[in-house]
């Protein structure tokens, strides 16, 4: 009962730094709605700046002033993140902005890189409490016990900023109805930026106040988004008692996770998250009326028609173009083409579903790795042929997304992307860590196609084929009743639902289709490749879709496919320099400032004002 105790201690220490830092993002989202991703950023900034001030600063005034003095400068590193990026945003769809705070991370990463280097800062001690105290005999760190102490503390200073307070009456009034504050008078624009600072600085707390027991890297901001997100989504987005509970409790699951039942450390969070999200679709305190948009807002577009004449023309040509380019082109040129096609198709497979059905999805790389896995475990296992293995891909990709799906479509807008997650999660796992199956981190390799498509040329024309055919099958479904259907279960559900259509089956097997489509680019990955690890299934994957979808336009049929193409080709030339981040993500940020509708919207909305100049013109 000693070990137990001290280990729920244990458990109660490390939800201090993870509550600073998730009620920090519990109140960004709450007013500002923004899915703030670069929220790691600032706490990884919080650990740097602190380990610099606290070796400047002596004793025990120093260090406890060093902690205070990170959140104040990370606090105003986030307003000027706010003002210069995210402010000009507000309009965009709500989840575009999380490619905004993508760019934001990647802009953030190198310049840590240029200002502390590659190694990684162990942080000091706490003056006057090292070593440890004895409870009931087990050794328990004294720092342990102060943070212990302080986290109520914490939470009871923002209880009162926020329940007290004239700010805090603004916050929550916002948080109920930002447009009635605006109509009062109250200017949004600066109160959307004192609560992003203030919000940043708790997580520059965060990063500061766990340096004694951990220290600084640059792969913090990473690794504690995916524990911060899912901590905000089970206490209930916008909640901080709920954010306070839920960090208590998957601090104190991991502890016990780590010395009970080690191989669930890497998703135990995540079937927390899933089951509290299954039995309480808000969150432990959350409400449905926090819960997000579904990345669609403002009136609904016009009505979707296919191409005309000069589209259909443009179409052909660019396909010529593609089909005649092994005649000129080197081999480098055309496994370039290769990996974009394949990306496409599956940025495409995302696009269907969050485009026209609303479903923002971030798991969807859960079945394009499925669909390459099921492919090559076949292939490694078995030595089925390539062509029986390849069909296997979209089908097993497709039942798997039927499967989650069953689960995920009675959520909506942040919750139904963050189960998703949970899933996409398990899956990675599930590769990850059943070596006798999946070879693990080995990955599976070897995987090679049939003799007759063994060569680059046979190999592009197939991919090219099945590609642009996945694809255009996608369109050809946006386009048919079914299409019809899916859309008007998100624009208007109840009166979908009124007409006959039933929203949620509708839904249901779109997610299963759009799962096969990525499988089928999964399938044609790895035969590409001749291998396939368990990167591809890791959120970062699937975060690359998200990112070229709102990038090429989520409203427009052609943005998942040009927002591919756009991000393959820009990756492709600025990762051959030193700070390959910093330059795509100022790329990522110019684009969603000059350009919120993506690229093929800004684009479309340029022509449609052009279209009737020149017709004056010609009259």
């Given amino acids: 009962m000693a070990f137990l105790f001290a280990q729920f201690l244990t458990g109660l220490a490390n939800a201090a730094a993870l509550f600073l830092v998730a009620s920090g993002l519990s109140l960004i989202f709450g007013v500002t709605r923004i899915v703030n991703f670069a929220h790691g950023s600032f706490y990884m900034l919080g650990a740097f700046i602190g380990v610099t001030l606290m070796e400047v600063l002596p004793g025990h005034l120093g260090f406890w002033g060093a902690i205070v003095l990170t959140g104040l400068a990370v606090g105003l590193i986030g307003a000027l993140v706010e003002v210069v990026v995210l402010r000009r945003i507000y309009r965009a769809p709500e989840l575009f902005q999380l490619v905004a705070t993508f760019g934001v991370i990647l802009v953030i990463q190198d310049l840590a890189l240029m200002i502390w280097g590659a190694e990684d800062r162990l942080g000091p001690r706490a003056p006057g409490l090292r070593g440890v105290w004895r409870i009931f005999g087990e050794p328990v760190p004294k720092y342990d016990i102060v943070l212990i102490a302080i ?40 109160l959307f930026t004192g609560v992003f600072a203030l919000g940043s600085a708790l997580a520059g707390w965060g990063g500061a106040l766990q340096l004694p027991t951990g220290g600084a890297d640059l792969l913090m901001d990473f690794n504690i988004i995916g524990a911060v997100f899912v901590v905000v989504v089970i206490g209930g987005m916008g909640s901080l008692p709920g954010a306070f509970v839920a960090s208590v409790l998957i601090s104190v699951l991991n502890v016990f996770g780590v010395t009970y039942l080690p191989q669930s450390t890497l998703v135990l969070m995540f079937v927390v998250m ?10 432990l305190l959350g409400r449905e009326e926090v819960a997000g948009e579904h990345g669609q807002v403002g009136a609904p577009e016009t009505p979707i028609r ?49 485009g026209t059905g609303g479903l923002v999805s971030f798991g969807h790389a859960a079945f394009f790795g ?88 046979p190999y592009y024309y197939f991919t090219l084929a099945l590609g642009v055919g996945g694809i255009l099958t996608l369109r050809h479904v946006i386009h048919s009743p079914f299409g019809y259907a899916l859309r008007a279960g998100r624009d208007s559900p109840r009166q979908a639902e009124a007409m006959g259509i039933d929203v949620k089956r509708v839904q249901l097997v779109a997610f299963a289709l759009a799962g096969a489509m990525a499988g089928l680019a999964g399938g044609l990955f790895v035969f590409s490749k001749g291998s396939v690890f368990p990167t591809e299934l890791e959120i970062a994957k699937s975060f690359d879709a998200l990112i070229v979808v709102f990038l090429g336009g989520v409203k427009t049929l052609a943005g998942g496919v040009v927002g591919a193409s756009f991000m393959t080709s820009v990756e492709h030339w600025l990762t051959r320099l030193e700070y390959w981040r910093l330059l795509l993500g100022l790329v990522i940020i110019a684009v969603v400032i000059l350009m919120p509708e993506g690229i093929v919207g800004t684009l479309h909305r340029l022509w449609q004002r052009w279209r009737p100049a020149s017709e004056d013109t010609a009259r």
């Fill in 306 to 354: 296919p191409y005309g004449p000069l589209g259909v023309a443009l179409t052909a040509a660019l396909l010529a173009l593609l089909a005649a380019l092994p005649a000129f082109a080197d081999t480098f040129l055309m496994v370039l083409v290769i990996d974009i096609v394949v990306f496409a198709l599956f940025a495409a497979s995302l696009h269907f579903i969050l």
């Fill in 370 to 457: 499925g669909g390459a896995y099921a492919a090559a475990l076949l292939v490694f296992h078995t030595q089925t042929p390539m062509e029986l293995a390849f069909l296997f891909a979209p089908l097993a990709a497709g039942l798997l997304a039927l499967g989650i799906g069953w689960f995920c479509i009675r959520l909506s807008g942040v919750y139904f992307a963050m189960l998703t997650l949970a899933f996409s999660q398990l899956v990675w796992s599930l590769a990850f860590q059943w070596r006798s199956v999946t070879r693990g981190d080995d990955g599976l390799i070897n995987i090679w196609p049939a003799d007759w498509l063994n060569a680059t040329v």
């Fill in 274 to 283: 899933a089951l509290v999200l299954i039995v309480r679709p808000y969150g």
């Fill in 151 to 190: 986290t109520p503390f914490i939470l009871l200073a923002l209880w009162y900023l926020i329940t007290r307070t004239r700010l805090g009456i603004l916050v929550r009034a916002a948080t109920q109805d930002r447009e009635m504050v605006g109509a009062l008078g109250v200017n949004q624009a600066w």
